[in-house]
């Protein structure tokens, strides 16, 4: 069969017909008439080229196409492109380049499609660069590089033009700019480097000019509603026609002219810095300039201390404020903890509030804000008022939500409320342990006297106080709230008791509460000499604990118990309720008319202090049950006491109080004790573990040890560490009388 031998084609002849068809394709892209390729032109192009590069050697023409590819576009770009380009300038210039581009990436694609079986095989196999490349590479080095300085600067005063207010044609510079993107083929340098960097110079140079006048002429919200406008068109800018990657580099810079450079200037200016926008609750304002400083490095470190600054003064004057209203009282009446203190803790609860919606809202929970406000507060809330720490301010404050009657009249969401403040309060302050002390004896007295309002709200502020200081500061108050519960159940089955058993009689309602000593404050005990009627009522009482429990030993505190006893006067019999020592006092004139202050003290076996509070409350207050002699307003040694049955009230039945005692000082007493053991316990715990440490050192462990719930002082430390030494649990170092040594 025969072989049809395929024709060689020469360079020169294949080069004039392909020549034809690439002058077809320049004259479409000029806008010639002319008509489109058609598929059948397109195969006979390719084909030419694929024959031209299949033939036997020495007719296989690729390198020659492959260069004479490149002389087609440096052809075309220097005899049309360039010298359309050059005649023309500004905007006409940079529409005719995103034309000629636009073309230029047309021709390429063309091309390559023609010499589409070079990149297939030769340019392949010799690594040469791919036809797209070759074609963007001619542009790049003949028109890139001849215009882009003058494009650039095109491009940047159009930019200009915009930001004072002009209309620009935003399509062509996002197309213009894309240029400078694509002829990187994959990098970013271009771009960067010949239009980026300058812009961003420009810019620095624009907003510089611009806030030097701002920042003379325009307070400070108005001067930062600009720098945010400014920021707002900055961002618009990119997302119109820059490149994304500049969004960054672009604001840093407006943000480092406008902002970094007129911070402390812009923060304190006189009547619109930031101290004026907290003093004039310029909530916008303030949330605007969190948002602006917090976009550069450390720029919310001023303002975070202007916030510190502000709200310690509102709150030292508060202080000061209570401690005026206090210097104002009677001098009597200065020791009591009253409504103005109650005022003051509502005033720093609001003020709490107010800040902490300010560190939310304004400053968007900024740890910084978080931290500033803290050290706020721990400096005026560790101040006190009127010779009453704070911590016993806030003890007060939660007794008088807490008990029957109390000043405050609250729905139970509101209580709740404020309890939950309190306890927030309580973080700031470093007398933690006063703190519980206090809350405990006033506890106490509301769970003793039933004067607590709500079971629900104790047991709740208690949760609360555990979540805040651990389970540790509330175990105690929470034994005592459980002992009220163990104790009516105790009542009841003594009240069964009773029932069933009828040679056990107290003769008189006997009802008895039940405490476990470790978890009450500590009451004096006496040995108060009973009326014979009481002395039954606690033997049947003994009886009946000893048939729950043998182990247990009760001792009776006198001084906490109340009796209802009824006084037959003249006039009307009357209900009388009493303290136990005054029930015993009264119950001494069944028997005898007449005693003298001696008899009284030695028949009720107690202290002159004791004696003296309960018989001025029976003969010189308000009710006066015994009538004293001589009849002057304090109770002496000498005095002689008669049942009064010439008085009367109107009313059936009356309380006598026995004047207070100043728990105060036993409270801080205690605190104090206590603080002692718990240093003493904490240098033991850390010399045990570390055997041998400096002073410094050991003092700094137990601050940090303690600090949760109270400051110790360092002389206090230095005291413990002094009693430990001679109690053998450490000795000081021979060489260095600084270094301690645990002894096991």
């Known amino acids: 069969m025969a072989s049809s031998e395929r024709k060689t084609i020469d360079l020169e002849q294949g080069w004039d017909f392909m020549q034809k068809g690439i002058t077809k394709l320049k004259n479409i892209l000029e806008g010639e008439a002319e008509p489109q390729f058609r598929s059948n032109d397109y195969m006979m192009l390719y084909t ?65 499609r023609f010499f589409y079986y070079l990149d297939r095989y030769f340019i392949a196999r010799r690594s040469l660069p791919p036809l797209y490349e070759v074609g963007y590479s001619c ?13 650039r600067d095109s491009v940047i005063k159009l930019i200009d033009n ?16 894309g240029i400078f993107v694509e002829i990187g083929m994959g990098n970013m340098t271009s771009y960067e480097n010949d239009f980026e960097t300058e812009m961003a110079n420009d810019t620095a140079g624009y907003y510089s000019r611009k806030a030097t006048n701002w920042i003379v002429e325009d307070s400070c919200p108005d001067y930062m509603l600009k720098a945010e406008e400014c920021l707002k068109r900055e961002k618009e800018r990119v997302s119109n026609y820059l490149h994304s990657s500049s969004e960054q580099k672009l604001l840093e810079k407006v943000q480092h002219e406008l902002l970094s450079v007129y911070a402390s ?10 101290h004026a926008l907290l003093r004039d609750d310029k909530v916008d304002d303030l949330s605007r300039m969190y948002r602006l400083f917090c976009k550069i490095t450390r720029g919310l470190d001023p303002v975070s201390q202007i ?37 003051f803790v509502r005033k720093i609860i609001e003020l709490h509030d107010k800040y902490m919606t300010y560190v939310n809202d304004c400053f968007q929970n900024h740890s910084l804000f978080h931290k500033a406000l803290k050290e706020a507060f721990e400096v005026f809330c560790n101040k006190g008022v009127a010779g009453s720490s704070s911590a016993e301010l806030l003890a007060t404050f939660c007794d008088n939500i807490l008990k029957k009657g109390g000043s405050e009249k609250l729905s139970d969401e509101a209580i709740e409320d404020t309890l939950e403040k309190v306890v927030k309060l309580l973080a700031y302050i470093s007398d933690k342990d006063l703190f519980a002390e206090f809350y405990r004896k006033k506890l106490a007295r509301r769970l003793l006297f039933d004067k607590s309002a709500n079971d629900d709200h104790e047991r709740s502020i208690l949760t609360k106080l555990k979540q805040q200081c651990g389970g540790q500061f509330t175990s105690k108050m929470e034994g005592m709230v459980t002992d009220l519960t163990l104790a009516r159940e105790n009542q009841t089955s003594f ?27 500590s009451y004096k005990s006496f040995d108060l000499n009973l009326p014979a009627e009481m002395v039954k009522c606690v033997e049947v009482f003994k009886e009946f604990y000893q048939t729950k429990t043998k182990h247990r030993k009760l001792t009776w505190i006198y001084s906490l118990g109340t009796c209802n006893i009824i006084g037959k006067f003249d006039a009307k019999p009357m209900d009388i309720i009493v303290t136990t020592y005054q029930a015993s006092a009264l119950l001494l004139f069944n028997l005898s008319d007449r005693l003298s202050y001696a008899e009284i003290m030695s028949q009720l076996n107690l202290t002159d202090d004791d004696v003296v509070r309960l018989l001025h409350s029976l003969s010189c207050a308000k009710y006066k049950i015994l009538k004293k002699e001589p009849s002057t307003k304090a109770i002496t040694p000498t005095d002689v006491f008669e049942f009064n049955s010439k008085f009367t009230d109107k009313m059936r039945r009356i309380k006598i109080p026995l004047p207070p005692v100043d728990e105060k000082k036993k409270v801080i007493e205690d605190v104090d004790k206590d603080r002692r053991y718990a240093i003493d316990a904490s240098i033991v715990r850390i010399m045990k573990s570390r055997k041998v440490l400096d002073h410094q050192q050991l003092v700094m462990e137990c601050v940090e040890q303690l600090g949760r719930m109270f400051k110790p002082d360092f002389k206090a430390i230095k005291k413990r560490i002094e009693d430990l030494i001679t109690r053998d649990y450490l000795e000081r170092d021979k060489e260095n009388p600084n270094i301690f040594r645990y002894l096991a």
């Not at 200037?265 to 930031?274: A, D, H, R």
């Not at 209203?325 to 009253?338: C, F, L, N, T, W």
């Open 48 to 112: 030419t080229i694929y024959n031209m590069c299949t033939q036997k050697p020495p007719h296989d023409y690729s390198q020659q196409l492959y260069d004479k590819y490149r002389e087609a576009f440096q052809d075309y770009i220097t005899s049309m492109v360039l010298p359309s380009l050059r005649e023309k300038h500004d905007e006409f210039m940079l529409r005719e380049l995103v034309k000629r581009w636009e073309n230029h990436k047309l021709m390429v694609r063309w091309l390559s």
């Open 139 to 151: 542009f790049r080095d003949l028109v890139y590089q001849d215009i882009n300085v003058k494009v």
């Open 162 to 177: 915009e930001r004072e207010g002009e209309q620009i044609d935003r399509s062509l510079l996002k197309n213009v700019l």
């Open 265 to 274: 200037q812009l923060l304190e200016k006189e009547n619109s810095g930031c």
């Open 307 to 343: 916030f510190k600054q502000h709200v310690t003064a509102e709150g030292t004057a508060l202080v000061k404020q209570a401690e005026d209203a206090a210097s104002h009282k009677k001098p009597e009446k200065r020791d009591i903890v009253g409504l103005q203190e109650q005022v």
């Open 495 to 521: 009240e069964e008791y009773l029932n069933n058993n009828s040679n056990a009689n107290p003769g008189i309602d006997l009802t008895v509460t039940v405490l476990t000593t470790g978890f009450w404050p």
